[in-house]
């Protein structure tokens, strides 16, 4: 890695869903599992609640990675929210990449409120990514600012 | 369209339907425009030919509120937007009398006019009774000939079939157009490079004015009022050029309809500066397709749409990186 | 980093065990056809490498008398496997004597009466999939 | 514009030493709204407390966020301190600078930075916060009991004792559980039967007590207050009211080849059976797949010699539906399938058994009629070996990576009896650790060893090899030896590990009630609410919730019963308010949102509305406030933005996603 991208220090907004993720998300801070500040979470009632445009915001925004937690399918508090979230998130995920977003940037991972160490892994694993890719240039720039 | 003025007078005239929805001669030989008819004598204007590719469907909207039934006019592809509009409850089936027009594709007047043809009077050929595969073009610089399959729409080469949805009545006939498949230009992007695919998309959606004509056309896009006209979202922000909404308009416009497009090709002919807009819907409807089973929208009334729906079992987002 | 610990996490490392995982339960030892012949029992491999002491296990006469059954990886509760790491340290000591990095093509040819038996079986264990 | 408080806890030193607390205050002051901003050591404390209210008090604030702990953890009393002060509770949020930002972060810079802006995303949200107000909804006044063991039992007679309607539904044709096939229990070494048995009548006997057995919930639907279960009652083929319970079915039945459940599957019963002797309801069911009658249409032997005229083939299951208010899940636990442990030869040997089936052995009711016997051969055994830890305690695959607690003591336990019954015997027992906290627990332990002479070895075994003699040969390790034990044995006990009982997975399911990686239900806090789901209404009794001894089973079927009568007691609930609402404005009416809700909550009427000046009538969704539960799939789905949810709304979302990508 280049110095220059160890100074890169990216934005990430992280959606997690109340119940499971969002709880997981604390046990790994009870059990002081660590992963990179740039990691910054949005509480959110269900998965089923992040809408795509909240994505797009996000990267419009400047944001340099996205990534949304939901209990395991089968395991909603809603029973059925990330089943819905699931589609939406394949199709916008599958989107982005079509129109030349890279992929890494954007995640889903099932977390549940047990799974701390989960948490943890997921979401340095995730900046690791963010880093590998550097900074977001495409989505902010989607449109020439002639 | 003698047979279908015909038709649309005697239905006005015995009281069936209050105005017939068609299809009026504009300005120019290729321009025809939408419009009401409500007496026999306005008929006169009353066109059909190979220019009439507006879906009429989502005027039923408005039609539906009105007073007595509505003659609308829907070419084989307009029944599903038709169909779809029921399913949301935007139309009354029981407001509308259907005819089930014949097509023979619809032409683009920019395809001729990329072949160089300039300064048009006339074009014979066009008119939907006609059986000639060339059209016969007046202009002021003398007569010009361009084959028939070569000045029509995108959208009528990947043709769904000339199978109405839904009508009343039919008149007219259908001759078969599709000559390519519908994904074709889909998996040519989907093969190309993250840089080759940014760069074709920001050069088209370079050239966007935001016109909203896309929108306005859209029959799926029938909101009441748009999430980019309200402050739900804090999108609407139309002073500033460089906004989330100008950026992000045409992929949550595609999302918005995603499931519900039945891929009539209307925004992409409507776009006044020729991009291709129905590239992200048929990504969407490509998607879906493979990975929650072939979905047609308005092939009926009643399915559960896609991005309504689930399996236990649905692929995980995950796949978008796998696929390759 | 001491020479010890280098050791000890060369062990973990061509192992892949983590010996921290041991919950001390003998299974391994219970289970171990060679038990008897062994100087330091399977079960106590684990303290070993923890106490950076893998001179004494590269010097045991267990590192020769080990048969590679793994039946102590294949039964260990914990996923420990003693085996594994008995077998890393005798790849340690081939390795030192420059013996390094069988590969699946090469065993036949080195099938050579001098070289000790454990090894080989070990050998033909972990390529077997 | 609001005027927003915030408030920056030092959690003792678990913030403070790596945020600079002071810091975050300062730079809150430079938010939009914000015009308060104090830290404090304890936020959550009753100083805390006051302080936020003075500042409400004096600074006139209509906003406040906290930087403190997980809203899980506090969101809740710093409401309730809000609204002391005359704020509206929702007008609160919380920046969770302890779990997600302190504690996980070393660098005091860093961890200053993210505190400030997990800040500033809350503080804009606030910004766009309303005051919300909870709706009301009703609670029936009954409970719903899942599971017919001793903690479903113990829950119902303490919720039936305060007053209220409880109804039991139990799988099998008797209510008892598992406790019921236990011989004695530890201890006191009391036999089980004696202490379950009057409470099991008692249940029944109880005037507010319905106890459907053979029966199943099928479906669940509604919310705290307000449950709709549907009860399949299974076709017994027996009439219930019309049956004495003489039991000349049961010895006339021509078909005995079923394996007994009761009796773990180690003899037989007839197809036409109650499962032990002191079952309740004494009333037997036709086994369908045994009964010769429904096999082959030929016998009836039951119907001929049953006085009453209680057999009725033509039965069939019946759905009841009924209402609750709360519902306890108390669906226990079984034995591990031993099919990946086959080093200890349980499939290769009848001598091989597990501890329970090893307590039918030795229960006068049980196929040996009380005798320690060898199920090979019927001879009386002269060395037992006990092995601990089958399936507990393996992070492999193959077991279950928890200690089940209650094999220790029930092994000294069977040790303890085998050598006062039968001197002669040798018991040895192969352990890890022996795990005994609890009251008088260590005690008996010690007392197997050293007033019954139980030979406990250190060391977990490798290996039963069955010997073509019929004895057993067991190869352990004593680790305290450092020696490999070969030992004969002639009957070997695994202490198989439990897990919860497998159904609880589509129970859970049905409620919407969490479930962890071993399938125990989730509590809604480990420490201070362990008898509740974190769904609301469900509470949870006995093992389904994690391994437990039958004292503590008990305890936790009291703890449950409480929390259920506080919830039974109350007349009207509030409801959460974070619901969804539509604009009436703005809704096409598509139905769009009436897929996705899982609820049913979302209706469609045909509404007259004033769209600026145009009055029509349109088709509009509406929300059912009382059966939302505010998960958002409606708003997503909805393509207009007509949908939104109350207090996660679109725009305060964006607000925190603008803050922290600023």
């Known amino acids: 890695m280049s110095i220059e991208n160890k100074s890169f220090r990216p934005k990430i907004v992280a959606f997690c869903c109340n119940w499971c993720s969002y709880a997981g998300a604390d046990l790994a801070g009870s059990s002081r599992l660590s992963y990179p500040a740039d990691v910054k979470i949005i509480r959110v009632p269900c998965s089923c609640r992040v809408n795509p445009m909240f994505i797009l915001r996000a990267f419009e925004k400047g944001a340099d990675g996205v990534i949304m937690c939901g209990c395991h399918p089968g395991d909603c508090h809603y029973s059925t929210g990330n089943y819905y979230a699931r589609r939406r998130m394949t199709l916008l995920f599958s989107m982005l990449d079509y129109i030349g977003v890279e992929n890494g940037r954007t995640r889903v991972e099932w977390v549940s409120a047990a799974e701390g160490v989960k948490f943890s892994d997921t979401m340095n694993s995730f900046v690791e990514k963010i880093h590998s890719l550097g900074e977001n240039v495409r989505l902010g720039d989607l449109r020439c600012r002639n | 369209m003698q047979e279908l003025i015909n038709r649309a007078k005697e239905l006005l005239d015995n009281g069936t339907v209050a105005r017939v929805l068609g299809w009026k001669a504009g300005d120019l030989p290729y321009d025809p425009e939408p419009a009401y008819f409500e007496t026999a004598e306005s008929l006169k204007d009353f066109v059909y030919n190979g220019f009439c590719g507006a879906n009429l469907s989502k005027y039923m909207i408005e039609a539906s509120k009105l007073e007595g039934k509505t003659l609308v006019c829907l070419k084989p592809c307009d029944t599903y937007s038709f169909n779809q509009l029921i399913k949301e409850h935007r139309v009354d089936r029981e407001k509308a009398y259907i005819i089930g027009v014949g097509c023979k594709g619809k032409l683009d007047i920019e395809k001729i006019r990329n072949q160089g043809v300039k300064g048009i009077e006339s074009i014979e050929g066009a008119e939907i009774t006609d059986e000639a595969d060339m059209l016969k073009i007046q202009t002021i610089y003398g007569e010009r000939s361009v084959a028939y399959a070569d000045a029509m729409l995108e959208r009528c080469h990947v043709c769904k079939g000339k199978e109405h949805k839904i009508f009343d009545e039919q008149i007219g006939e259908s001759k078969e157009t599709k000559d390519g498949e519908r994904f074709d230009e889909v998996s040519r992007i989907e093969k190309l490079s993250p840089e080759e695919k940014f760069a074709f998309f920001q050069k088209e959606l370079s050239k966007c004015i935001r016109c909203n004509a896309c929108r306005n056309v859209c029959p799926a896009c029938s909101c009441r009022k748009c999430v980019f006209d309200s402050n739900k979202f804090d999108s609407s922000q139309k002073a500033n050029v460089d906004s989330f909404e100008e950026k992000m308009f045409h992929i949550i416009r595609a999302f918005h309809v995603a499931g519900r497009c039945t891929d009539c090709g209307e925004c992409s002919r409507v776009c006044p500066q020729g991009i291709p807009l129905h590239l992200f819907n048929r990504k969407f409807i490509k998607d879906i397709d493979e990975l929650y089973g072939e979905y047609q929208a308005g092939d009926d009334t009643d399915s559960k749409a896609p991005l309504t729906n689930y399996t236990f079992d649905d692929a995980e987002p995950s796949i978008v990186g796998k696929r390759g | ?129 | 514009m609001q005027r927003i408080g915030v408030f920056v806890c030092h959690c003792g030193s678990n913030i403070a030493a790596t945020v600079d607390v002071s810091k975050v205050a300062e730079m809150a002051l430079m938010e939009p709204g914000v015009v308060h901003a104090e830290d404090y050591q304890y936020m959550c404390s009753e100083a805390g407390q006051a302080k936020i209210q003075d500042a409400i008090h004096e600074k006139k604030l209509s906003g406040i966020v906290v930087c403190s702990c997980s809203p899980r953890m506090h969101e809740a009393t710093f409401r309730k301190a809000a609204e002391r002060a005359g704020l509206n509770p929702y007008m609160v949020e919380i920046a969770n600078i302890r779990e997600h930002c302190s504690w996980i972060h070393k660098d005091m810079e860093e961890a200053t930075k993210k505190a400030v802006i997990l800040m500033r995303a809350a503080v804009a949200k606030v910004n766009l916060n309303t005051p919300l107000k909870p709706g009301e909804s009703r609670v029936t006044k009954r409970a719903l009991i899942i599971g017919g063991g001793i903690a479903g039992i113990q829950t119902a007679l303490d919720i039936a004792d305060a007053g209220y309607e409880v109804d039991i539904v139990e799988k099998t044709p008797s209510i008892g559980g598992r406790m019921s096939q236990l011989d004695k229990t530890f201890p006191t070494l009391d036999c089980s039967a004696c202490i379950l048995t009057p409470k099991m009548v008692e249940a029944s006997a109880h005037e507010k007590i319905k106890i459907y057995t053979y029966s199943e919930v099928e479906k669940v639907s509604g919310f705290v207050g307000d449950f709709t279960v549907d009860i399949r009652k299974k076709a017994r083929s027996v009439d219930m009211d019309k049956c004495t319970g003489c039991g000349v079915c049961q010895e006339k039945c021509p078909s005995k080849k079923a394996p007994s459940e009761f009796n773990r599957g180690l003899n037989n019963r007839s197809a036409i059976y109650t499962p032990f002797a002191q079952a309740i309801p004494n009333v037997p069911v036709i086994d369908r797949e045994a009964c010769i009658k429904f096999k082959t249409g030929k016998c009836g032997i039951c119907s001929k010699v049953c006085q009453a005229g209680a057999i009725d083939y033509e039965q069939k299951d019946e759905i009841i539906t009924e209402k609750y208010g709360a519902i306890v899940v108390a669906t226990g636990f079984d034995t591990i399938n031993l099919d990946k442990y086959d080093e200890y030869a349980y499939s290769q040997s009848k001598d091989v058994i597990t501890s329970l089936e090893l307590e039918r052995v030795m229960n006068a009711a049980g196929p040996t009629h009380g005798h320690l016997e060898r199920l090979s051969d019927g001879k009386a055994p002269k060395e037992m070996v006990f092995i601990q830890c089958v399936g507990s305690r393996c992070s492999d695959d193959r077991g279950k990576p928890y200690c089940s607690k209650i094999c220790c003591m029930y092994t000294a336990k069977h040790a303890m009896l085998i050598r006062d019954k039968y001197p002669d015997v040798n018991v040895t027992v192969f352990y890890i650790d022996v795990r005994t906290p609890g009251k008088n627990f260590d005690e008996f332990y010690r007392r197997a060893v050293e007033q019954y002479g139980v030979n406990y070895i250190k060391g977990q075994v490798g290996k039963v090899i069955p010997q073509p003699d019929g004895k057993l040969l067991v190869q352990g390790s004593d680790l305290l030896d450092n020696k490999q034990i070969l030992k004969e044995a002639d009957m070997v006990v695994l202490a198989t590990a439990i897990e919860p009982n497998p159904d609880v997975r589509k129970i859970a399911t049905m409620l919407t009630a969490s479930i962890d990686t071993n399938n125990f239900l989730t509590e809604a806090h480990a420490k201070l609410r362990p008898v509740e789901s974190p769904t609301a209404g469900i509470f949870l009794s006995g093992v389904c919730q994690g391994p437990k001894d039958i004292p503590e089973t008990v305890a936790q079927a009291g703890a449950a019963a409480v929390k259920a009568i506080g919830l039974l007691a109350k007349d009207k609930l509030l409801t959460n308010p974070c619901t969804a609402h539509s604009d009436e404005l703005l809704c096409n009416g598509c139905s769009t949102c009436e897929n996705v809700c899982p609820y049913g909550a979302i209706t469609y009427e045909d509404k007259e509305v004033n769209d600026h000046g145009i009055r029509e009538v349109r088709r509009l969704a509406v929300v059912n406030s009382a059966l939302c539960q505010g998960c958002g799939a409606c708003t997503v789905a909805c393509p207009s933005g007509a949908m939104d949810l109350q207090g996660f709304s679109n725009r305060q979302i964006i607000a925190e996603v603008d803050a922290i990508c600023r």
């Open chain 3, 1 to 129: 980093m001491s020479e010890k610990k280098k050791q000890a996490e060369l062990i973990e490392e061509i192992s892949g065990v983590n010996p921290l995982k041991c919950m001390k339960c003998g299974k391994c030892s219970a289970t171990c056809p060679s038990y008897n012949e062994m100087d330091i029992k399977p079960h106590q491999f684990v303290s070993y490498v923890i106490n950076e002491d893998v001179e004494s296990l590269v010097n045991s006469e267990s590192l020769w008398k080990c048969l590679s059954c793994f039946a102590c990886v294949e039964r260990c509760p914990r996923d420990v496997k003693p085996g594994k790491l008995i077998d890393a340290a005798r790849q340690m000591v081939v390795r030192q004597r420059g013996q390094a990095y069988l590969s699946p093509d090469e065993i036949p040819e080195l099938l050579d009466p001098e070289l000790p038996q454990q090894l080989l079986v070990s050998a033909f264990r972990r390529y077997r999939r």
